[in-house]
């Protein structure tokens, strides 16, 4: 089973309102565990990059205007995603980001329905506790002491550990014999020696032994007459 664990940095918070992406990462999963596969790129925004949303990302206007604007990158985006499911952290922030963008070049829109997103999964399984990113790290002991700064690619592969924890840690359900790598899911095989079944028919000599024995027995119960006892009338 192949997923995309997904993020993004943008300009701000609303692509209505002329908010971009900046940064994509991904990290590819088979059964839940990391390949070592990722896509990352930085994006030119075509536009400025407000104060606030600096502070976030550290990605400043002179570093991005070097960099492929979305309409370079969005093919090689497209095919590493592929018809996977897509696990994010609060979803539906870069679900409409990509999609903004997606469209804005004239392509078709993700459908909400391919992104699992892990904040309310989190917040179900542990109600009332802080569920951001980094509270999650914390919670699991994921070491996140180089998150000075959000990134699309650091936190996309944050976020993977973290989702394996959600579903139950690194043995989810009865697949213990499971292992991911690139060349995709294995299955262990325990191969068992046959062995001939046991007799359970006494052989003659058994058989012989055995009346012998009873021979050298006295009046044995099973050969004695049964008694009746009166009854009273």
């Known amino acids: 089973m192949r997923e995309i664990v997904l993020d993004t940095e943008t300009t701000g918070f ?12 991904c990290v590819e999963l088979l059964n839940h565990l990391p390949t070592g596969e990722t896509f990352h790129v930085y994006i030119n925004p075509e536009r400025d990059m407000p ?5 976030v990302h550290g990605l400043s206007n002179q570093f991005l205007a070097e960099k492929p604007i979305f309409a370079e990158v969005v093919a090689d985006f497209l095919e ?3 018809d996977d499911l897509l696990v994010i952290h609060n979803a539906e922030f870069d679900m409409k980001f990509i999609n903004a963008e997606l ?8 459908p909400m329905s391919r992104a699992l997103d892990t904040l309310p999964m989190a917040r179900k399984k542990y109600p009332g506790a802080q569920a951001s990113l980094d509270a999650l790290c914390r919670r699991f002991e994921i070491d996140n002491t180089s998150r000075t700064f959000h990134g699309a690619l650091l936190d996309s592969e944050l976020l993977a550990e973290v989702y394996l924890q959600l579903i139950g840690g690194r043995q989810p359900g009865f697949e213990l014999g499971q292992s991911a790598n690139k060349g995709g899911a294995s299955l262990v095989t325990v191969v068992r020696e046959a062995r001939a079944a046991r007799p359970h028919t006494a052989t003659p000599e058994e058989l012989e ?3 012998a024995f009873l021979a050298t027995m006295k009046k044995p119960i099973w050969l004695r007459e049964p008694e009746v006892e009166a009854k009273a009338g």
């Open 51 to 55: 104060d606030d949303a600096f502070k």
């Open 14 to 25: 609303d692509p209505l309102t002329g908010d971009r992406i900046v940064e994509i990462g």
């Open 80 to 82: 590493f995603i592929g």
């Open 103 to 110: 469209a804005r070049l004239g392509f078709a829109t993700l």
């Open 209 to 211: 032994a055995h009346a």
